[in-house]
């Protein structure tokens, strides 16, 4: 039901989060994050924190997710820092204290002087969830927090700087998302047909929500529950949009394609949704079989850099994602957990290598 969803309240640490991406070579987008808590509730205050001055490029991004921002204006003299971590952790009590149906904070930062404040709120009978890039996080934060989630292993923060940006703005770290496409299809390119290649994207959209719904505790995944989720991540989706009469009837086009399974929920008309235990995941694991089979020849390991794309080679259209799966990553340990591939990494080429078992 919608009156037992989380209501969560955002509040970023800015320049930690942009300095620890950096420190990994990647940009900041805040659309990750905000994808992240779609699928854990409701978020109803979101304010980022910084001397926007230094940060004018990021702007725009935050304020197109509507996130209130909070000058902390450097001085001289001034610990800038110090000043942005008081303000935050200040207003987060506060509205702790004001706002009781705030049931959830998340507390986007690697440094363990929010330490303190997680425990506060956790005294007052508040979830609190941290976010920070892995490198740059403290040791002393995740541990007391309910959970903590690594920036850098959130799903779309992989391709942030090596697809390009995806809006421009001046200055900032320059860290967007890509655009979704940038040239037109040549029709002896393999590409699908505009029908299907909605419904791929639509279905993608389905998978990356409903994982993103069971790894943050939610099961069973009730239909509405995916719906409602899908519709915090973006407000304009209407299933109308691809020819579908009902968010049901979606679903049950999803189930003939083997994308979901779908079971008799707590409601009538309101089925759970689940991944199937075989079908199109094994069909992909099979590809990636069959790919390093055709690549590591006689007693040779394939390095799984470039691995996906010589997949995508064979299957122009492939993607982990359709399956459910955040990252190419993810999809190889599964595969590996299940037997299918062997994985193994070498310190000395900085790299997992891969086999197919005999």
Not at 88 to 102: Q, S
Not at 242 to 251: I, K
Request: glycine share 10%.
């Amino acid at each position: 039901m919608p009156d037992e969803e989380a209501r969560i309240a955002l509040f970023i640490d800015h320049e930690n989060l942009v300095i620890g991406a950096r420190e990994i070579g990647r940009g900041f987008d805040v659309g990750p994050i905000m994808d992240a808590l779609a699928e854990r509730g409701r978020v109803v205050a979101r304010r980022a924190y910084a001397d926007w001055t230094l940060f004018a490029g990021d702007r725009r991004t935050l304020v197109e997710h509507n996130c209130e921002l909070i000058d902390i204006p450097q001085r001289t003299g001034a610990v800038r820092k110090n000043a942005a971590d008081i303000k935050l952790a200040v207003d987060a009590m506060e509205l702790a204290y004001e706002r009781g149906f705030v049931s959830t904070f998340v507390i986007c930062s690697g440094d363990s002087d929010f330490t303190p404040l997680v425990a506060a709120l956790r005294a007052l009978n508040r979830r609190v969830i941290g976010i920070g890039v892995k490198g740059s996080t403290s040791s002393l934060l995740p541990p007391a927090c309910d959970e903590f989630l690594f920036y850098d292993r959130l799903p779309g923060v992989g391709e942030l700087v090596s697809q390009g940006s995806r809006r421009t703005g001046n200055g900032g770290n320059g860290g967007s998302r890509p655009p979704r496409r940038t040239t037109k299809p040549r029709k002896d390119d393999g590409a699908a047909p505009a029908g299907q290649r909605d419904l791929q994207e639509l279905q993608r959209q389905l998978t990356q929500t409903l994982a993103g719904l069971k790894q943050s505790g939610a099961e069973p995944v009730l239909a509405s529950s995916l719906k409602r989720a899908l519709l915090r991540k973006d407000p304009t989706f209407a299933e109308a949009d691809y020819g579908f009469r009902a968010f049901r009837e979606l679903l049950g086009q999803a189930e003939r394609n083997g994308i979901v399974t779908l079971t008799e929920g707590q409601a009538p008309g309101d089925p759970a949704v689940d991944f199937p235990d075989s079908g199109q995941a094994d069909k992909a694991f099979d590809v990636l079989r069959q790919t390093l089979l055709e690549l590591q020849g006689d007693d040779e390991e394939v390095p799984l850099s470039g691995l996906k794309d010589q997949i995508r080679k064979r299957d122009p259209r492939w993607s982990e994602k359709d399956f459910g799966y955040a990252g190419f990553l993810q999809f190889v340990k599964a595969a590996a957990a299940k037997g299918i591939v062997n994985m193994e990494w070498d310190d000395a080429e900085g790299d997992y290598f891969l086999f197919v078992p005999d």
